[in-house]
């Protein structure tokens, strides 16, 4: 989504492969309702540069160190129905993971889904 929008994607300070950090977050879009901070799992070495980040996009979640935004986990487009994370909200390791993809599947036209689908959530 970063690069799309014409951020710029680089190297994470550090790599994190099957790795759990804090989350925190702003509570809105798919992070409504959730607990904040809580541990998801991480699997990349690759983010997307803060100081990139396209007007257009909102920084919606982000790990921290001291208090400070450290990298970004989650942004969501400003005006389009857009939004994404940079972890695995599927991984076992990732608390209220399966609370975070409901929230997707409720931000998105619901409508739009099959039964079936919703039933793999």
Known sequence: IG??????????????HGKTSKIFHTGTGVFSGLPNPFTATRYHSLVILAES???CL??????????????IM????????????????????????????????????AESISCDQKDVL
Not at 3 to 16: E, L
Request: one cysteine or more; a negative charge.
């Open 3 to 16: 690069q799309v929008y014409g951020g710029t994607i680089g190297r994470a300070k550090k790599v994190m």
């Open 74 to 109: 989650g942004v969501r487009h400003k005006s389009l129905q857009v939004e994404g994370v940079q972890f695995h909200p599927e991984s076992i390791l990732t608390e209220h993971g399966h609370d975070l993809l409901l929230s997707f599947v409720n931000y998105c036209d």
């Open 53 to 55: 980040l396209p007007d």
């Open 58 to 71: 909102e920084i919606t979640a982000w790990t921290e160190i001291d208090g400070k935004i450290d990298e």
